[in-house]
T-cell receptor, first 113, second 117 residues
């Protein structure tokens, strides 16, 4: 079946540098994408979302980019801080409909002091 | 404060025993979900409920059961039929109506870690 997956399972970044976490999706019917952050021993927290009618959306220190042509999603975190160390999941669904969120495997981001 | 409360945080079970994980929310959300997370893996949906007294199987429902008698509560029972129950279980809730607000914003609890001895 179609599912969402991630390119890299782990990523280490020097504190203060920018990080980019990538995600590939294969369900062409998906039109809504979300990034979640999960800190150790806790539940995931919503970071940012993007609909398919956009190719870029910015939040506080985070930017999500969507390339529908190659079915690729990325999360950019600017000026990384130790608190950014976590596992990041992408997820996808259709906005209108009862389809459930499908989560990717996750990428563990480690910020090196 | 509004949120989702899961209990217990840690639970040990002997093989052959059923256990029930509690999930309560005071966010007035219609939809509730149970996910399973194994080490180094993503979240897999066990069951979900979009309205009281109704629920649907997710991707890995075998060996689990749920009930939704109240809007605020969605307990998960891990039965002895679940062959590999050791995992981290996450409960979540969301507004059920598609197209309103952030359709993908799930609010998660802190999780319950179940270990089978």
């Amino acid at each position: 079946g179609e599912n969402v997956g991630l390119h890299l399972p782990t990523l280490s970044v020097q504190e203060g540098d920018n990080s980019i976490i990538n995600c590939a999706y294969s369900n062409s019917a998906s039109d809504y994408f979300i990034w979640y952050k999960q800190e150790s021993g806790k539940g995931p927290q919503f970071i940012i979302d993007i609909r398919s009618n956009m190719d870029k959306r910015q939040g506080q220190r985070v930017t999500v980019l969507l390339n529908k042509t190659v079915k690729h999603l990325s999360l950019q975190i600017a000026a990384t801080q130790p608190g950014d160390s976590a596992v990041y999941f992408c997820a996808e669904k259709r906005v209108f409909g009862n389809e459930k969120l499908t989560f990717g495997t996750g990428t563990r981001l480690t910020i090196i002091p | 404060d509004g949120g989702i409360t899961q209990s217990p945080k840690y639970l040990f079970r002997k093989e052959g025993q059923n256990v029930t994980l509690s999930c309560e929310q005071n966010l007035n959300h219609d939809a509730m979900y149970w996910y399973r997370q194994d080490p180094g893996q993503g979240l897999r949906l066990i069951y979900y409920s979009q309205i009281v007294n109704d629920f649907q199987k997710g991707d890995i429902a075998e060996g689990y059961s749920v009930s939704r008698e109240k809007k605020e509560s969605f307990p998960l029972t891990v039965t002895s039929a679940q062959k590999n129950p050791t995992a981290f279980y996450l409960c979540a809730s969301s507004r059920a109506v598609s197209g309103q607000g952030k359709p993908g914003e799930l609010f998660f609890g802190e999780g319950s870690r179940l270990t089978v001895l």
